[in-house]
């Protein structure tokens, strides 16, 4: 009977969790939408109030995401950050490397217009923004609650930790396939689904490294920003040099490969830690 409640307390329950979660965040992001929609009539016609509806969206689906679960989310979780100086340089390392790529992209492409101009500047500040508010959304949700949530499951365990990575992170992939609805083609969303994924698995050990949520916020969002902004700048259909795609994929391995290298840290940091506690309190008996 032990055995029945373990299983059920440890797989089923924060299975059912992340799927009641996902099921509110889109519902509740479908009804935004549609609300902000009809009160924005026009809007959309023009570059700037696109990203200027997105950020109200997204700030309107965080308030309510925080209102409901704000009580399970650490923003700040126990213990002290365990990332030295060297180990901090090889985390950021994949994110410089695509924001860079980005602004080269925007520097040698061909653009729809300009960034120093008036629209460009504009545009900056509101598209900065509004990445920064999807950063903040989407960290909230999958590694404040669900991430958080197969933790608080699965405790300390080494296996449980891996899994809680990984299906977290599988989760927020998956979530992309939203974009389906919005026109994007299947094996262009795939790709994204892939990327997502992997970038899941890095954000992830950053926030179990650091434990503060602000730093997978700020890293999503400086990544989303840099790519909306190249996107937009060049056009959807831009083609600066031959070997970005292979980049892409190559740094979607780097995120994946240096995700799970800091978990597999992060993981030997608590194991040796409880050594130490367990030998501290052999010797004190």
């Avoid at 700030?59 to 030295?84: A, E, T």
Wanted: charged share 15%.
């Amino acid at each position: 009977m032990e055995r029945k409640n373990s299983w059920i307390s440890d797989f089923l329950i924060p299975v059912g969790y992340t799927v009641l979660v996902y099921a509110i965040w889109e519902g509740i992001g479908f009804f935004v939408s549609f609300v902000v929609g009809k009160m924005t009539g026009n809007w959309m016609e023009s570059l700037n109030n696109t990203y200027v509806v997105m950020l109200l969206q997204e700030i309107s689906v965080f308030l309510i995401m925080y209102v409901l679960f704000h009580k399970k989310v650490d923003f700040v979780r126990n213990g002290k950050s365990s990332v030295s100086l060297l180990s901090a340089f090889a985390m950021i390392i994949s994110p410089l490397i695509q924001i860079g790529d980005d602004l080269v992209a925007i520097f040698y492409g061909k653009r729809v217009f300009s960034l120093f101009s008036g629209k460009g500047i504009q545009f900056f500040v509101i598209c900065c923004i509004a990445c920064l508010s999807i950063g903040l959304l989407e960290e909230f949700v999958w590694r404040g609650i669900i991430l958080n949530g197969f933790l608080s499951a699965w405790k300390d365990k080494r296996k449980g930790i891996y899994f809680a990575v990984l299906i977290s992170s599988l989760c927020f992939g998956l979530c992309h396939y939203m974009n389906l609805l919005a026109g994007q083609d299947f094996l262009s969303t795939t790709k994204q689904v892939i990327s997502a994924v992997c970038m899941g698995v890095f954000l992830s050990a950053l926030y179990l490294q650091t434990n503060h949520l602000v730093f997978p916020v700020l890293v999503h969002g400086l990544c989303d920003f840099s790519n909306f902004l190249m996107n937009e700048i060049l056009g959807w259909d831009y083609s600066v040099w031959k070997y970005d795609d292979i980049l892409q994929w190559i740094l979607a391995g780097g995120y994946l490969l240096t995700g799970m290298y800091f978990v597999y840290r992060y993981i030997k940091n608590q194991q040796e830690k409880d050594g130490e506690t367990f030998e501290g309190l052999y010797q004190s008996m």
